[in-house]
């Protein structure tokens, strides 16, 4: 028996969070969620998981500040991490548009709403499953 893949879902919304995390679990992942990015710094550190689904305007610290912090470190580098936002195609002018998203090192980038089967998609792809 192979163990279950571990996700980490970071998302500021409650409601957003446990919509990933049910459809993440029926596909036979196993899935913690972190509502800030402070939090999920703090489990990635304490628990590095297979791959981070990471929501980009956030309290605290932002999916960019979250994924350059780990993509800089040796520790976590290696850990695909999937962009999420509402603003991508909307909000050109901000620092959270989808261009901006694009230069991160993150692994892939999908604009909010993603459905439930592009996030499971994508993180399929990125673990080679």
Known sequence: ???????????????????????????????EVAYDGVEGLEKVKANPPDAIVLDVMMPEKDGY??????????????????????VADRVASTRYSHHDGMSTEADDYLPKPASAEQITDSIKGLLGM
């Open 1 to 31: 028996m192979t163990d279950k893949k571990r996700i980490l879902v970071v998302d500021d919304e409650p409601d957003f969070a446990s919509i990933v995390q049910k459809n993440l679990e029926k596909e036979g992942f196993a899935v």
């Open 65 to 86: 500040e979250v994924c350059k912090e780990l993509k800089a470190d040796d520790k976590y580098a290696d850990i695909p991490i999937v962009l999420l936002t509402a």
